[in-house]
């Protein structure tokens, strides 16, 4: 629109400055024919010599000037004409130029109001959130409630013993009856933790469960529309100064997780407190290659649990690294045979490694039968590792 104006303006302007320059040339021609007429209003001599009829001679200059000054006054009325015109042009082109202007300025208002309306409406608009802005909404909220992570699970399982009647067994069996027993079960838990600091964490489980029944937390159907009850399962603190320490105290896991003590589900916990550490060892040893053999490594790592009645009763111990030995499975490491009370935790840490490179074994009471098989055919090329591990004690 702009652009449109400046055109029409450069348009309007042209012929007025045409006719201002011939308005000038005019009024100098005037000027100059007056000063002529004025210095010498008879022709000269000469002129007058070659005339015929000096009569005719003095008329013709006089009508000359006459027609002259006649005709300038015709062309200032036609100039002055023009200009009257030009004037009223100029007026009206302005009031046209007024106009423009104002639907100009009238237009660029109403294209900012559909912008700033086709904005209002894209953003009030809504938009599905992705993903990434769910979680992150949900961590806010978390986050607000006071850093709490939840968590949970539910399992549902069916349990079914089927035993035929045996009235004559063998020697030395008791006869048994027939038994059927077919039943549904399940389990629902929910977990919370929280993070104090770095070093300091809290956790706790409601779960279901029978009040009566200290070996399992799995709830019987039983009755069709009796309500079951909701239990705290779990709750303990849990300090972890570093990698290698572990410090709970509550009702805590069981750390027996091949369940080799007592008959009870996994999910059984105990009041009381676990430690649990983690020793890094670097002595030769073999890790499992397929079954019955096993290649060399120098390094490995075990777990050491400290049970509430340490040093009474024996830690428990398992290794994180796999290794073939003959006293040690992927459950557990079996130090129950050279345990004693008076034994201190370095000393038993001293002990893995032992057992780790063959300075010690036991092939009477093996938990790996193949491990004892092949210590027990190379036994010119044992221990792998040969020296005191407790010189750096």
């Known amino acids: 629109m702009s652009q449109l104006i400046s055109s029409f303006r450069a348009a309007s302007f042209r012929p007025i400055c045409m006719v201002v320059m011939l308005f000038i040339v005019s009024g100098v021609t005037v000027a100059q024919s007056s000063s002529s007429t004025q210095r010498d209003p008879s022709p000269p001599t000469n002129a007058l010599k070659s005339e015929t009829a000096p009569a005719t001679a003095d008329i013709m200059p006089a009508t000359t000037v006459d027609d002259r000054l006649k005709a300038m006054e015709n062309d200032l009325r036609q100039q002055s004409r023009i200009l009257v015109e030009m004037r009223a042009i100029i007026a009206e082109q302005q009031r046209v130029i007024e106009t423009l202007s104002a639907r100009a300025a009238n237009g660029d208002q109403k294209i900012s109001g559909q912008s700033g309306a086709a904005s209002a409406q894209a953003s009030s608009t ?8 769910r979680v992150k909404k949900v961590e806010g909220r978390m986050l607000a409630i006071g850093g709490l992570r939840f968590s949970g699970d539910f399992r549902l399982r069916f349990d079914g013993i089927f035993r035929k009647a045996d009235p004559n067994p063998p ?16 389990r629902l838990r929910l977990n919370i933790d929280t993070d104090i600091n770095a070093k300091l964490s809290v956790h706790g489980q409601l779960a279901t469960g029978p009040i009566n029944n200290p070996l399992t937390m799995d709830q019987d159907f039983g009755e069709t529309t009796a309500r079951h009850p909701f239990f705290i399962s779990e709750a303990w603190v849990d300090f972890h100064p570093n990698k290698s ?33 983690t020793f890094a060892f670097n002595v030769q040893g073999l890790a499992p290659a397929g079954t019955d053999s096993g290649t060399p490594i120098a390094q490995h790592q075990a777990e050491v649990f400290l049970p509430l009645d340490y040093p009474r009763r024996p830690p428990f111990c398992r290794m994180i690294t796999p290794v073939f030995h003959p006293n040690i499975d992927p459950q557990k490491i079996c130090i129950g045979d050279h345990w004693s009370a008076g034994q201190s935790l370095a000393q038993m840490v ?22 004892a098989v092949w210590a027990e055919q190379n036994l010119s090329g044992l221990p792998l590792q040969s020296g005191d591990l407790s010189a750096g004690l």
Do not use: W
């Open 171 to 186: 020697a030395g069996f008791t006869a048994l009856t027939h038994q059927q027993n077919a039943r549904m079960r399940y």
């Open 350 to 371: 001293v002990h893995i490694g032992e057992m780790i490179c063959y300075q010690r074994y036991n092939l009477k009471s093996p938990l790996n039968a193949k491990a």
């Open 245 to 277: 320490v572990q410090l709970q105290g509550g009702r805590v896991q069981e750390i027996f997780a091949d369940n080799s003590r007592f008959l009870f589900d996994d999910d059984i916990r105990f009041n009381g407190f676990n430690e649990k550490y």
């Open 126 to 133: 809504p938009q599905t959130p992705t993903l990434e802005d």
